[in-house]
């Protein structure tokens, strides 16, 4: 299987986790039904295949910081995909959105440097990340963290269209 099969593959993913993290944004808050659970999972399997894509697209042009937002994003999904729980007295889930949340913003500074997907993708990164946390930390209402999904997924869905329609990647 070619590199460019496989990048296309983590574009997809991307699509997948975009469209789905948007959709479960408008999905009430609380105690979740086994059927979000099951898509909660779905979500967090298509970010981390996506996150590989992503990388994998603009690696040679991301630099450090792309590469240490990626490592971080990766660590925070692996760390909510499974069963919520507590290590060492610390909310894991909580831990793990953190993770994603700056190793988002800096894989979208090293996405900015590396200029290979559209200029939105980072920006709406970066919003979604000042959005949620501010709307976490505050307590704020739910339309915050509702926005914030929508940025986050919105992004995805850019960069993985970026990575699927990419004439170079299609003639392998």
Avoid: N
């Avoid at 983590?10 to 009430?28: K, N, W």
């Avoid at 240490?68 to 060492?88: H, N, Q, S, Y």
């Amino acid at each position: 299987m070619s590199t460019s099969y496989l990048l296309r593959l983590g574009g997809l993913a991307a699509i997948i986790a975009g469209i789905l993290r948007s959709g479960s944004s408008f999905l009430p808050y609380g105690q979740p039904t086994v059927v979000q659970e099951l898509l909660y999972l779905v979500i967090d399997i298509s970010i981390l295949f996506g996150l590989l894509g992503v990388y994998g697209y603009q690696s040679t042009d991301a630099g450090r910081s792309g590469l240490f937002g990626f490592v971080l994003a990766v660590i925070g999904t692996a760390m909510i995909t499974g069963p919520d729980g507590t290590l060492g007295g610390v909310q894991e889930y909580v831990v793990g959105a953190l993770l994603i949340s700056a190793g988002i913003v800096f894989l979208a500074i090293g996405s900015w440097h590396a200029a290979r997907l559209p200029r939105y993708v980072p920006v709406l990164w970066v919003i979604s990340t000042v959005v949620g946390v501010s709307g976490f930390a505050l307590s704020g209402p739910p339309a915050l963290l509702t926005i914030a999904g929508l940025a986050f997924g919105a992004g995805f869905i850019g960069a993985g269209m970026k990575i699927w329609l990419d004439p170079a990647l299609r003639a392998c």
